[in-house]
Structure formats: structure tokens, C-alpha cells
């Protein structure tokens, strides 16, 4: 049967967008077969809220509304357009015009995002992604906090052309749940070239030179017959730094959406989202231009089959146990093997026909910027400190 040309449907969405949980609700309208050559037209708004059981609802329907720094979300309004077959078969382009808001606890960020990629099937299990993004963002301090004055270069608008370039090669056996295979990619990011090549217009549009390197896999091993348990590895890091004039000048910073960050429900699950970084706090919400982690975790099929308790399949049921490391610094030249943040926990997955649901237990087994002689878990007491500071995770599909 075939799929009628136009369709408006709401939308009701979960994710792991940030390493938190999202709960996105929206509409979207497309086009198939847009004016023939079977290009599909769709337009997107959505609107998210991260971690919604931590907002202050007295302040949110009091006087701060949604600038409470509780809240935590964005909306995004999003025009694309997919052609298939661009060159040949094994090249598809995507032409997208994007609007969004991001609000996080201490500033507001506007960016209007237009951008061009090209999507190629390399070989049986490689793609590469090439991207064009020509991007305006700006951020909003809000309130009168003690971070503020850390903002103010922030606050003077940007417009970035940023080339990026992505391989990755997936030889996992399944979408939801691998228990076999690999993943990796590499990502290289540039912004700066063409507003150097095209200063003498005088356009004088305020941009910074700067790169971006990420390299991430993934790793999935049986440990036991029949998919019985399995063990999973993540590793990710990532580097960017200024270069050129923008590299000796102190006004010229990367746009805070291209930074990195730590912690939370994919990352080092004993922090929540943006809340790990080895800096002073108040440096935190601007995240930093080195990343390093790394995770470990293995399950377990435990009740398979134990049939049904009540409504739940316990064949669907998983346990899990996970270490992660990792942190995010300000510059490279700060990294110090001390400051790689330990965390630990267990967790349960139950497996739905769109991916498991997730709820993890993580908890500070290395803290580096606890006092001394209470970073470790040996050095605190288990239910009095380090299990009432646990950190609780909800999401949809595997922690990575």
C-alpha cells in the first residue's frame, strides 16, 4: 500500500539528546514526491524538556516562569528537504533550515542553522557524511548570577560557516540491542575558511576560526551462549581549539553549542548532564575544548525464563552493572590523569519492540573535586554518603 503524499501527524518523543531524558512532544507535516524525483518535504516543530522531574514548579508557574533555571529544554522549527539519488543511487542530499531555542539553567541560546549534507553509502557497513552549516547563534544571560561575568563574550552574536566530515563503520548485529560487533566514526569539524576568503567584501560579520576532532566506538561481545549476557565497551574523545587570527584573539571564543561536555545518563553516569568538568564551577555551563571517556558495562539476561509476573515479561528483563571514567577539561593543556572522574552503578533494561527502557543507579566511586579524603568510595561511608549522592537515570534504549 502505498503512503498517501501528504501527512500531518502529531509527535511524541524520548530521548537521550544531552545525556538526559527528553520528552519531546510536536507536529510534523511532509510532502512526498515533492515537484517528482522522489523528494520528500517535511517540515518540524518540536518542543523538549530535559529532566523534567527536577523542575521548581512554585518558581515555574510563580514569577521566573520558564527562565527558573530549573528548567531545562528547547524548541526547535525545522524545514528540509531530501533528495535521493544525487549523482547516483549510493548519494542522498538533505537541504534543512533550522530555528531553535535552547534554554539551559543560565543562559538562553538562539540559533537560526541553515545547512546542506550530503549522505554516502561507501561500502557494505561504512557511510560518510559531509556537511555544510552556515550558522547564526547568540546567547541570552539569564538572571544575576555569580557566572554572568563569565558569559559576556558570549553574549556578542556569531556567524559560523562550519564544514564537517564524518566516516563511520557499524558492524553491530542489531539496532536496539548488539551483542555483536563494533561501531565506530571519526568527525572533523572546521569553521572560519570562508569568512577569511571572502573578508575583502567587508560583510563584517563577527566568526571564529576554530576545528573539531571527535573519534567514538563502541564494542559488543557474548559472554555467554544464547545472548545469555553480553559485555559492552564505549570510548570517546574529542578535541577543538582556535586557530589562525581567532587563536591570538582573546574576543574570538567557540560557540558554546560546539563545546564539550560531561556527565550524565550516556556519559559518566555518576553526574548529571553538564555537571562534570575538571574546572571551577562556576566555569561549568561553559563547558570545555577536551573530552575523554570511557564505559564498561555487562548484561545480563538474569530471568529468562521465569515466564510472567503479572503484566511484565520477565524474559525481557535485563540486569546491568557499569563502570565509567572520564571528564571534560578546559583546554588539553590542563588534562591530569587525576582529574578522570570514576563512576559505578547497576541499572535494569526491559526490552520493548522500539529499543529497552533504561533505569540507571550511578554512583561517585572517584570524585577529583571532592575534598581530600572524600574522593574515593572507601573514604566515605556507602548508605550516609556516597548512596544518598547517587545519581538516578531514565531513558530509552542502551546507555550507549
Known sequence: ?????????????????????????????????????ARNFRSRLIFRFQS???????????????RDPSVIG??????SLTQPYVFSRGLTGNTSLTFRAEKQPDYLQNIIRGKYGLTA?????????????????????????SQVINFELLKKAQFNSIFSVTMQRDKTNDIFSPSKGFFHSLTLEESG??????RNLQLDLPYTQFYNAIVFGRWYAETANDNFSTLAFKMKTGYQDKYGESKRDTSKIIPINRRFFSGGSGSVRGWRSRELGAMIPDLLPLGGNFLLEGNVEQRINV?????????VDLNQLWTVVFIDAGNVWREGKDFQFRDIAVATGFGIRYDTFFGPFRFDIGLKAYNPSAPEGKQTIFQKQFFGDTFKDAVYHFGIGHAF
Open 121 to 145: 553509502q561507501l561500502a557494505t557497513y561504512t557511510q560518510g557524511f559531509f556537511d555544510w552549516s552556515l550558522e547564526r547563534q547568540q546567547v541570552e544571560v539569564l538572571g544575576d548570577s
Open 52 to 66: 523534567i522531574q527536577k523542575w521548581d514548579f512554585n518558581s515555574v508557574f510563580g514569577k521566573a516562569g520558564l
Open 303 to 311: 530471568f529468562r525464563g521465569f515466564g510472567k509476573l503479572w503484566f
Open 1 to 37: 500500500k502505498l503512503r498517501p503524499k501528504y501527512d500531518l501527524a502529531p509527535e511524541l518523543s524520548f530521548s537521550d539528546e544531552d545525556n538526559a531524558f527528553n520528552i519531546g512532544f510536536g507536529a510534523g507535516y511532509t510532502d512526498r514526491n515533492f515537484y517528482g524525483g
Open 74 to 79: 528547547s524548541i526547535d522549527l525545522t524545514f
Open 193 to 198: 575558511v570562508i569568512q577569511v576568503l571572502i
